[in-house]
């Protein structure tokens, strides 16, 4: 019986031990996760850990659109360059302007980057990073349509693309526009002679005219916004906006934002009164 009893023990000592290792080694790789956890910094709030899950346009170049596969332009460049600063893996993908900032303020994406202009009332339905850049209204049109001034459109079959600042001002100036859900899709109204003119995001209709315009589409005028541009972030997600503007200063310091200026728009001047960011970064002055 004695020896049967110390046997018992012995064997209940040997499962004590084969606990105690796996609890030691549970509590290693719980550890380890900790480890892992703290190397991604601080909650951001994100869908997915680790990844910026960013909505763009596709179709609005030199700002945001696809080439090869791949989405690029000013605006997915620079936040791309943002969430490296902040170790995420961006992820874009393409949806409607008209839709966008819902989408983000309802978590469907984390941030919103579209050459987004900053409006009071767009601030009831998302929150803004920092401006990060500065946009000039355009005038699309015809070489043969005689329009030269946005004083010209009145009586004029103007299109706007739903949702956009440029929507708002043709609202504002009475012109009863035409919405489409797209840019490719007012540029080709003006192809195809069913709209007198495009009130554009001028960058955008610039070169979409060159490029698309198929030599009969101009940009026959532009004027400066008052307003910035910047991304858009859910109005209940203070840290994602508060790192992104930290991180989009370290961009403009380390002169990535200038770079992406003078590669997106060469020759462009910035306007005198406008500092990207928080104003607080130094920047070189792109050239002209």
Known sequence: MRRTVVRGFGAVRRVVGIVGAIGLLGAMVACGSDDGKAADGPDLGLIKAGTLRIGTL????????VKDGKFTGFDNDLITAVAAKLNLKPEFVGTDFSALLSQVNGGQFDLGSSSITVTEARKKTVAFSNGYDFGYLGLNTTKDSGITTFDQLSGKRVVVVQGTVQDDYATQKNLNPVRVPNYNAA???LKAGTAD?????AEIGEKMAKEQGGGTVILAAKELSDAPMAFAVAKSNDKLREAVNKALDEVIADGTWTKLVEQYYPGRAVPANFKPGSGSAKFATPKA
């Not at 596709?58 to 659109?65: Q, R």
């Not at 003119?197 to 995001?201: I, K, L, Q």
């Open 187 to 189: 540029l080709g109204q």
């Open 58 to 65: 596709t179709d609005a170049p030199p700002n945001v659109y």
């Open 197 to 201: 003119a495009w009130v554009s995001p």
